[in-house]
Protein backbone atom coordinates (compact mmCIF):
# COMPACT_ATOMS: atom_id res chain seq x y z
CA UNK A 1 0.00 0.00 0.00
CA UNK A 2 1.50 3.01 -1.36
CA UNK A 3 1.17 6.10 1.91
CA UNK A 4 1.89 8.90 -0.02
CA UNK A 5 -0.67 11.20 0.10
CA UNK A 6 -2.45 11.78 -3.58
CA UNK A 7 -0.47 9.87 -5.56
CA UNK A 8 -2.59 10.12 -8.05
CA UNK A 9 -4.61 13.26 -9.41
CA UNK A 10 -5.45 15.09 -12.34
CA UNK A 11 -2.78 17.96 -13.80
CA UNK A 12 -5.04 20.09 -16.32
CA UNK A 13 -3.04 23.01 -15.85
CA UNK A 14 0.29 21.38 -16.48
CA UNK A 15 -1.40 19.33 -19.35
CA UNK A 16 -3.00 22.30 -21.28
CA UNK A 17 0.08 24.43 -20.12
CA UNK A 18 2.53 21.45 -22.29
CA UNK A 19 -0.01 21.97 -25.16
CA UNK A 20 -0.28 25.81 -25.34
CA UNK A 21 4.21 25.46 -24.95
CA UNK A 22 4.51 22.61 -27.97
CA UNK A 23 2.20 24.68 -29.82
CA UNK A 24 4.10 27.69 -29.66
CA UNK A 25 6.95 26.22 -30.53
CA UNK A 26 5.23 24.45 -33.70
CA UNK A 27 4.28 27.76 -34.59
CA UNK A 28 7.73 29.39 -34.75
CA UNK A 29 8.93 26.90 -36.68
CA UNK A 30 5.97 27.26 -38.95
CA UNK A 31 6.99 31.16 -39.36
CA UNK A 32 10.64 30.59 -39.55
CA UNK A 33 9.97 28.01 -42.71
CA UNK A 34 7.42 30.52 -43.95
CA UNK A 35 9.90 33.62 -43.90
CA UNK A 36 7.85 35.61 -41.63
CA UNK A 37 10.54 37.59 -39.43
CA UNK A 38 8.27 39.63 -37.60
CA UNK A 39 5.23 36.86 -36.69
CA UNK A 40 8.43 35.18 -35.62
CA UNK A 41 10.08 37.76 -33.10
CA UNK A 42 6.79 38.06 -31.86
CA UNK A 43 5.76 34.38 -31.13
CA UNK A 44 9.37 34.23 -29.51
CA UNK A 45 8.81 36.83 -27.34
CA UNK A 46 5.63 35.41 -26.37
CA UNK A 47 6.94 32.01 -25.09
CA UNK A 48 9.49 33.96 -23.40
CA UNK A 49 7.02 35.51 -21.53
CA UNK A 50 4.92 32.10 -21.12
CA UNK A 51 7.53 30.35 -19.98
CA UNK A 52 9.12 33.00 -17.19
CA UNK A 53 5.34 32.85 -16.34
CA UNK A 54 5.06 29.18 -16.07
CA UNK A 55 8.17 29.01 -14.00
CA UNK A 56 7.05 31.73 -11.50
CA UNK A 57 3.92 30.31 -11.07
CA UNK A 58 5.60 26.60 -10.54
CA UNK A 59 3.65 25.07 -13.57
CA UNK A 60 6.13 22.66 -14.73
CA UNK A 61 7.53 22.46 -11.31
CA UNK A 62 8.30 19.01 -9.16
CA UNK A 63 4.87 17.07 -8.64
CA UNK A 64 4.37 18.09 -4.93
CA UNK A 65 4.85 21.87 -5.53
CA UNK A 66 2.99 22.16 -8.78
CA UNK A 67 0.34 24.97 -9.74
CA UNK A 68 -2.27 22.21 -10.12
CA UNK A 69 -1.20 20.63 -6.79
CA UNK A 70 -1.32 24.14 -4.96
CA UNK A 71 -5.21 24.84 -6.58
CA UNK A 72 -6.61 21.71 -6.17
CA UNK A 73 -8.38 22.71 -3.19
CA UNK A 74 -9.31 26.17 -5.11
CA UNK A 75 -11.26 24.82 -7.54
CA UNK A 76 -12.58 28.40 -8.86
CA UNK A 77 -8.56 29.85 -9.55
CA UNK A 78 -7.90 26.26 -11.23
CA UNK A 79 -10.59 27.19 -13.63
CA UNK A 80 -10.01 30.81 -14.08
CA UNK A 81 -6.36 28.80 -14.91
CA UNK A 82 -7.46 26.54 -16.92
CA UNK A 83 -9.69 29.20 -18.83
CA UNK A 84 -6.71 31.29 -19.66
CA UNK A 85 -4.81 28.84 -20.92
CA UNK A 86 -7.93 27.68 -23.14
CA UNK A 87 -8.75 30.87 -24.68
CA UNK A 88 -4.40 31.22 -25.19
CA UNK A 89 -4.43 27.64 -26.94
CA UNK A 90 -7.41 28.76 -29.11
CA UNK A 91 -5.57 32.00 -30.54
CA UNK A 92 -2.54 29.81 -31.23
CA UNK A 93 -4.63 27.26 -33.18
CA UNK A 94 -6.47 30.86 -35.28
CA UNK A 95 -3.63 31.84 -35.89
CA UNK A 96 -2.87 29.87 -38.69
CA UNK A 97 -6.46 29.31 -39.09
CA UNK A 98 -7.17 30.80 -43.60
CA UNK A 99 -9.34 34.05 -43.18
CA UNK A 100 -12.38 33.19 -44.44
CA UNK A 101 -14.27 36.25 -46.60
CA UNK A 102 -17.49 37.32 -44.90
CA UNK A 103 -20.69 35.86 -46.02
CA UNK A 104 -22.29 39.34 -46.10
CA UNK A 105 -22.60 41.29 -49.20
CA UNK A 106 -21.93 44.93 -48.97
Known amino acids: ?3 SPDTTYDEPIF ?3 MDCEKRLTQD ?3 L ?3 GDKVGTALLIELSYQFQTWAAFA ?9 LDRRLRR ?9 QLLDI ?3 NLIYLFEPIKPSSRQP
Open 74 to 82: HPELQNQML
Open 88 to 90: MQL
Open 1 to 3: MDS
Open 28 to 30: IGD
Open 58 to 66: GVFAEPRIT
Open 32 to 34: ERG
Open 15 to 17: ELA
